[in-house]
């Protein structure tokens, strides 16, 4: 269309249309106001003489008056409808020179040869144009060109020629009318033109989303009848309007694949009918790798995956069968599984994969029961809670499982209690701590199992109790003078010799004497000590 290429040219006219005047001859009046038609020139020299010396004047003045007009364009209309004794009524008008720009005449315009009254009287006055007005008419043209092909522009980039019918040649028509009427100077209905081809892009811009969809729709309908060319031209059309639209994007890619998908479809049918389902198999996966969506393929696909299902189902829950039968559990399982892959609702895989989980779980409990009697045997109470507890995680209401834990249990108590006391024998010096050895003693007798360990450690713990229990004779020597007395046995009052029976131990011996400085001893009795002498004097005076 030729608006863009106006533009240019028509802005490089905009000054040189109102820069040049047309001076035009008006009516002459006498001096009694009515014209002479017998006499239209006077004969004598003088008067002669005088006009060529006034047209000398009046060329140099205009000269200098169109210099000053062409830099400073002024409204000529105006100037000679205000005053009405002016000789000439000067209108605008384009004169090219040869290099095709517009110049102003050098000087006013004047008659070739004497006018007559006649031809006075049968001239009209030339209409005068207006150069504002003219330059506004240009300036709305082109503002309206302006608007009109920045609308252009942007349905032209979301592809309207090949969405816009009817609507897209009423703009181009409308676009090429304001043209010629802008190249004939009728700026006006330029405008106009110009405009209603403006406000047609905008009505074609506003219904993008609508021809959008509608492409969309056709582009779909097009592929499901198997026509690739005609439904790539339409998603194409659509990604015009949309270049980042995902899902007309995915259908342009389902589009380009369609031919190939149908040819491989079609391939897999015949390998089908010939019983060669392996080939048949190959050729709708490729279909599907070109396209994933494609329903022929995938139904294709699905037919052929149950005839290879008959006969290979058919031979693994054989073989998982089999292996259930000759105690190989866990192949067994294997095998159905895969059957299972196959048809993952049939009622018979789901009933043997029910016997064989059962067979792999009864043989699970049964090899850690194993484990934890062994664990008994070898008094690694530990490794024997583990089991149990590891059976009853199976199934928390197995009795032996119940039972072994609570026994395990027991066994790792008692054996930390003895262990306390073999390790600090020195703790059964206090009563409390003696009784509990003493409970541990016979919490250990009650245990079932016992073991040779678990017995060795019940007599190295008996054997200290008998220590801690079993007292040793102290004897305490004094002056008669000082008062003795024994913690954890009371006070013992003055004497010279005095023998006691003490549990194993540690005891402090305190000696006190009115005048005299206390003494403190501490005494350690230890398990089958021999007598202990203690002698307890006051002999320092304070």
């Not at 008006?26 to 003489?49: A, T």
């Not at 054996?415 to 003693?441: C, G, T, W, Y």
Request: glycine share 6%.
């Amino acid at each position: 269309m030729p608006s863009e290429k106006l533009t240019q040219s028509l802005r490089n006219q905009q000054t040189s249309d109102h820069n040049v005047e047309i001076i035009t001859p008006l009516k002459v009046r006498s001096h009694g106001g009515q014209p002479d038609s017998s006499h239209p020139f006077r004969s004598p020299v003088m008067p002669i003489l005088l006009l060529l010396i006034g047209m000398v004047v009046m060329a140099a003045g205009g000269f200098i008056f169109i210099r000053q007009l062409s830099k400073h364009p002024v409204d000529v209309s105006k100037e000679i409808h205000g005053n009405e004794t002016s000789e000439v009524d000067v209108q605008k008008k384009p004169v090219p020179d040869a290099t095709g720009r517009t110049k102003l005449p050098v000087g006013p315009v004047t008659p070739s040869a004497p006018v007559t009254l006649e031809q006075q009287q049968t001239m009209e006055p030339q209409p005068t144009i207006n150069p504002a007005k003219r330059a506004l008419e240009k300036q709305k043209a082109e503002k309206a060109l302006e608007a009109f092909l920045i609308l252009k522009k942007v349905i032209q980039e979301k592809g309207v020629a090949e969405w816009g019918g009817k609507e897209y040649e009423e703009m181009t028509t409308l676009g090429r009318e304001a043209d010629e009427a802008f190249m004939d100077h009728t700026f006006l209905g330029a405008a106009e033109k110009y405009a209603q081809a403006g406000r047609k892009a905008a009505e074609l811009a506003d219904t993008t989303q609508a021809v959008f969809q509608r492409l969309l729709e056709e582009g779909r309908k097009a592929f499901e009848a198997g026509n690739s060319t005609m439904a790539q031209k339409k998603f194409r059309a659509a990604l015009m309007i949309e270049p980042f639209n995902d899902l007309a994007q995915r259908n342009l890619e389902q589009a380009e694949t369609l031919d190939a998908v149908n040819r491989l479809v079609e391939s897999g049918k015949t390998h089908e009918e010939n019983d060669r389902f392996a080939f048949a198999h190959t050729d709708y996966q490729e279909a599907l790798k070109l396209d994933p969506e494609s329903k022929a393929a995938q139904q294709a696909l699905n037919r052929v995956k149950e005839r290879i299902v008959g006969q290979e189902f058919q031979k693994l829950i054989s073989d998982g069968l089999t292996a259930y039968h000759d105690g190989r559990y866990q192949s067994a399982r294997t095998q159905l599984l895969r059957a299972k892959s196959f048809r993952p609702d049939s009622c018979e895989v789901q009933n043997a994969l029910l016997q064989v989980d059962e067979a792999i779980r009864l043989a699970k409990i049964e090899k850690l029961r194993q484990n934890a009697l062994t664990a008994e045997h070898t008094e690694d109470w530990d490794k024997a809670l583990r089991s149990y507890l590891a059976v009853l995680k199976i199934d928390p209401n197995i009795s032996f499982a119940v039972q072994g834990k609570e026994g395990a249990l027991e066994h790792i108590r008692v054996a930390k209690r003895i262990r306390f006391f073999l390790q600090k024998p020195d703790v059964m010096e206090s009563n409390p701590q003696l009784q509990n050895a003493v409970l541990v003693i016979g919490e250990a007798e009650s245990l079932q199992p016992r073991g040779p360990r678990l017995s060795q450690r019940l007599d190295e713990l008996k054997a200290l109790v008998d220590a801690a229990r079993t007292p040793v004779k102290v004897m305490i020597e004094s002056d008669n003078l000082t008062e003795v007395a024994v913690y954890k046995v009371g006070k013992l009052g003055r004497f010279t010799t005095r023998e006691l029976s003490l549990r194993p131990g540690i005891y402090t011996v305190v000696g006190s004497r009115d005048g005299y400085k206390d003494v403190r001893q501490k005494i350690v009795v230890k398990p089958r000590q021999k007598a202990l002498r203690v002698i307890v004097l006051c002999e320092n005076k304070v």
